[in-house]
């Protein structure tokens, strides 16, 4: 079993800056995928990022490349995602995913095993 908390959720204004962690319980962290998706209200979640458990392979969707950065310390079984020019359309909702299978895209959220409870992110204009 993998449990899953963000934490660094908050109200910030467009061009701000925000970093979430997700802490996550399980002796073989260092071997998950972890993902972060969002999602807005009336639509549905969305991929964010997504790190590899050698944290040598990134992915990021197109709206956050050059904004976000997705990160991972195995020693505190943490992944963080540094967001940077925050825009009003940044607004959603944050979770975490863990992925415990290997599996080869990581950018979808059906590949996933766990998931956090979520963050609010709010950007005002």
């Known amino acids: 079993q993998v449990q899953l908390v963000e934490s660094g959720g908050g109200l910030v204004q467009a061009g701000g800056s925000l970093r979430l962690s997700c802490a996550a319980s399980?002796?073989?962290?260092?071997?998950?995928?972890m993902g972060w998706f969002r999602q807005a209200p009336g639509k549905e979640r969305e991929f964010v990022a997504a790190i590899r458990w050698s944290a040598g392979s990134t992915y990021y969707a197109d709206s956050v490349k050059g904004r976000f950065t997705i990160s991972r310390d195995n020693a505190k079984n943490t992944v963080y995602l540094q967001m940077i020019s925050l825009k009003p359309e940044d607004t959603a909702v944050y979770y975490c995913?863990?992925?415990?299978?290997?599996?080869?895209?990581?950018?979808?959220?059906?590949?996933?095993?766990?998931w956090g409870q979520g963050t609010q992110v709010t950007v005002s204009s």
């Open positions: 995913a863990a992925e415990i299978h290997f599996r080869v895209d990581i950018t979808r959220k059906h590949e996933y095993d766990y």
């Open positions: 399980g002796r073989t962290f260092s071997s998950y995928a």
